[in-house]
């Protein structure tokens, strides 16, 4: 019992620095030289990419049901969250393109993680600061 409670934060901790790898990278867009702009949305691109891609399959093997980790909100569900609507409002005016491949075609579980998240009545009043 506890290998598997050790191997599932383990792998929190690997998919939230993953999801922090495509937010450093965005800020070094968004704060960065024009020069090396070129250079940092190739490597996002890239990297968002596999990253997507990984969690997609991550969630999909957890059930596709909104969450990570079983069937209730864990942190990982609200970093990632976080880190979405931080994006949306700090990152994607100057940076559109680090949304790309967050879209519903391309990330369908992730949204469905957004939409599972923005639901948790736990939240409902902090997430109520934001509109």
């Not at 191997?7 to 450093?24: G, M, N, P, T, V």
């Not at 990253?51 to 569900?77: C, M, P, R, W």
């Not at 940076?95 to 491949?101: C, E, G």
């Amino acid at each position: 019992m506890l290998l598997y409670i050790l191997q599932d934060a383990a792998r929190q901790i690997e998919l939230r620095s993953q999801i922090k790898d495509l937010w450093d990278l965005c800020l070094q867009y968004k704060f960065g030289s024009e020069e090396s702009r070129k250079g940092t949305l190739d490597k996002y691109t890239t990297l968002s990419k596999a990253v997507i891609s990984y969690h997609e399959e991550h969630l999909k093997q957890n059930g596709a049901n909104g969450h990570y980790f079983g069937s209730k909100t864990t942190y990982l569900d609200i970093a990632v969250f976080a880190t979405y609507m931080a994006l949306k409002d700090f990152i994607a005016p100057v940076f559109p393109q680090a949304l790309d491949s967050f879209a519903k075609d391309s990330a369908p579980l992730l949204n469905k993680l957004f939409e599972t998240v923005s639901a948790e009545p736990s939240l409902a009043s902090y997430l109520a600061t934001f509109n």
